[in-house]
């Protein structure tokens, strides 16, 4: 079963940058990688619906991002450490949420996936801008 675990959630100003981490490791065998896996970034407001926030394809070369937060957020995939990255600079109020990463056994992606493809989620991490 693949765990991942979301970090680097923080409160900030807006204006303000931070970087979301999410590990990636299998619970019963230390043999893995996220080669074969798409990986997208979730946030959900109080009292709002789960949105997508952006995601990178299985060899981190595809990126996609949610209009809202293009030219601001940045995601990255380090393989050899199974670990996925949002850096999320210049950070609004509307920003604030729980942030979760997800992942999808998918080889290739065109778009980021519906939600429904993604059967593998952190516990998330809270992100709060406000000054």
């Known amino acids: 079963q693949l765990q991942l675990v979301e970090s680097g959630g923080g409160s900030v100003r807006p204006g303000g940058s931070l970087r979301l981490s999410c590990a990636a490791s299998?619970?019963?065998?230390?043999?893995?990688?996220?080669?074969?896996?798409?990986v997208g970034w979730f946030r959900q407001a109080p009292g709002k619906e789960r949105e997508g926030v952006s995601c990178?394809?299985?060899?981190?070369?595809?990126?996609f991002y949610a209009d809202a937060v293009k030219g601001r957020f940045t995601i990255s995939k380090d393989n050899a450490k199974n670990t996925v990255y949002l850096q999320m600079n210049d950070l609004k109020p509307e920003d604030g949420g729980i942030y979760y990463c997800a992942a999808a056994q998918l080889l290739l992606i065109e778009s980021c996936p519906p939600q429904s493809d993604y059967n593998n989620w952190g516990q998330g991490a809270q992100v709060t801008v406000s000054s």
């Open positions: 990178i394809s299985p060899s981190g070369r595809n990126v």
């Open positions: 299998m619970v019963t065998s230390d043999i893995f990688t996220l080669d074969f896996y798409a």
